[in-house]
């Protein structure tokens, strides 16, 4: 490959990648937005297991976001002698 080949590939990876990245905050916000419908609803056992899987949906969305190289949101969350809780890095409300 030549130098401008390369070059290319790398610039399309990235902007596959950035693309990834996009398509997973849109369907965490998505997301979001069904967790805080079913919430208006009047509660159930059915309607808070649903909230459950949704928000399970959110954290492995979450788990893509690292896998994809996204900095984490987070700087607070390895430190045990730090007690601040982070909000969610995208202003979901879960």
């Not at 059915?46 to 979450?62: D, F, H, N």
């Not at 896998?67 to 607070?76: A, E, F, I, Q």
Request: charged letters at 35%.
């Amino acid at each position: 490959m030549t130098k401008e080949e390369v070059q290319d590939f790398l610039k399309s990876h990235k902007e596959k990648m950035e693309e990834e990245i996009k398509f997973d905050k849109h369907c965490r916000v998505g997301l979001d937005g069904f967790i805080q419908a079913i919430k208006k609803m009047p509660q159930s056992r059915e309607r808070s297991l649903a909230i459950t899987k949704i928000q399970e949906g959110v954290m492995w969305l979450g788990m893509d976001l690292k896998r994809l190289g996204n900095p984490n949101p987070y700087p607070n969350g390895y430190n045990p002698e730090n007690a601040v809780v982070d909000k969610t890095a995208d202003g979901l409300k879960l």
